[in-house]
């Protein structure tokens, strides 16, 4: 893990693209004193979680079950290996965040494979759908697993360690032309939410594609994002976690931060740098060196992030 | 998933002359039209055809899409290789999308 530490100095730019161009297996996420930081998955969080005991909790993303094709033609192995690295971890976190695209083409064999690597995790695991797990013919296969308690389709929230965490959808009722969606019933909903919640709560946003533009040309933001953000206006600690886009992104407005989560199935090239989002094809022997961790740390009062990545091999 | 007609089904054999001699009625016409989705575009994306063409599209991409106009057709979702054809018996405007990356849009001019 050394050469990657990005220490407590700050982040440079240099550094933040170095980081994108890792593709890694998951985000260990601590809450102490009720701000969320975010610590690699294997080394430096065991280190970080035993300094600074609290609620501890990992995201996932983008595991693509069923994806074959030569940018990973085994993402349900890659998945396991991340499931593993979870397993290997000395302090058990309180539960896990699926941001999306569990499957990659909502077949009822893609989530059955998904739920049986990921549940060795023995984690409970909130999930919101990514566009690939709404593409049934009936578009019943996710709600049926992942869909009880949750309104409209799918959105929900839930509070735990004093923080309060909202499962946003928005890959629904995209418009021709248009970015990811929520929606007005959505937003409705998030504003009802939110409504008498004390302003010192931290709030974690949750959903699939970003909620800031990242690059439109790419249609990686969503639509109607800065109305949810409008409403988490004024807490004092915001933390909006997402995937989509198979690379890590962090950007800091005020007290709002925002962060993108590695696939564990294949990487995707940096905005721009390729004629198209699609899965990167990385030597078979860089594939895993990809597939590293990365932690990001948030500290009260202070709007700098410390970025660590940790690459499985190399 | 994917959008057989006989045409395609004959091609894809490479029976094209018996496939012209069995089904004389679905005989590919000169005029018929394919769409190729490469790099999340639809090439080319916009088509000027007669009324009675044939378009079909064709997922190259590693990424499914789909190929939407809303309230005129609606595709499966198209995985690799996987194709979709729609045959334009009404003249107009047909602007489309892939409701999975709306980013991705077309249009087909029909008269």
């Keep these: 893990m050394s050469g990657h530490d990005h220490g407590d100095d700050g982040v440079s730019r240099r550094k933040v693209l170095e980081c994108m161009t890792w593709a890694g297996t998951g985000v260990l996420w601590t809450v102490t004193g009720g701000v969320p930081r975010s610590l690699g998955i294997i080394d430096s969080a065991q280190a970080a979680t035993a300094a600074a005991p609290g609620m501890t909790f990992l995201q996932i993303s983008d595991s693509h079950v069923g994806f074959d094709k030569p940018a990973n033609p085994n993402a349900l192995g890659t998945l396991e290996e991340a499931v593993n690295k979870i397993n290997a971890m000395p302090a058990k976190p309180s539960f896990m965040i699926h941001t999306g695209d569990i499957t990659h083409l909502s077949k009822a064999s893609e989530f059955d494979n998904a739920d049986r690597i990921i549940s060795q995790t023995k984690l409970d695991v909130h999930y919101v759908p990514g566009e690939h797990d709404f593409i049934d013919e009936e578009v019943k296969l996710y709600r049926e697993r992942y869909g009880r308690g949750t309104k409209g389709h799918g959105w929900y929230s839930f509070d735990a360690g004093g923080v309060h965490f909202i499962g946003l959808v928005n890959v629904v009722d995209l418009k021709a032309g248009g970015l990811g969606n929520l929606g007005a019933e959505q937003l409705a909903w998030l504003e009802d939410d939110l409504r008498g919640k004390s302003k010192s709560t931290p709030i974690v946003l949750f959903a699939h594609i970003p909620l800031w533009t990242v690059y439109p040309q790419w249609g990686w933001g969503t639509e109607d994002g800065g109305r949810a953000l409008e409403h988490v206006k004024g807490f004092g600690s915001v933390t909006v976690l997402n995937g989509h886009i198979h690379q890590v992104m962090q950007k800091v407005e005020g007290n709002v931060t925002f962060h993108t989560a590695r696939s564990t199935a294949f990487p995707q090239p940096a905005p721009g740098a390729a004629p198209s989002p699609g899965p990167m094809k990385v030597e078979d022997a860089k594939l895993r060196g990809m597939l590293g961790v990365a932690s990001v740390s948030f500290k009260q009062n202070e709007q700098r992030l410390a970025i660590i990545d940790t690459p499985l091999q190399g | ?111």
């Design chain 2, 1 to 111: 998933m994917k959008t057989l007609n006989r045409r395609d089904f004959g091609v894809d054999l490479g029976l094209a002359l018996a496939a012209a001699i069995l089904l004389p009625a679905t005989k590919a016409r000169a005029d018929d039209l394919e769409i190729h989705i490469d790099n999340f575009v639809f090439q080319p994306a916009e088509l000027n055809i007669k009324v009675g063409t044939t378009v079909t599209w064709t997922n190259r991409d590693d990424i499914p899409h789909t190929v939407v106009s809303a309230g005129k057709f609606r595709s499966k979702t198209l995985d690799t290789d996987d194709k979709f054809s729609f045959t334009f018996t009404n003249a107009g405007d047909y602007k489309y999308f892939c409701s999975l990356h709306p980013h991705m849009t077309g249009m087909i001019k029909v008269e």
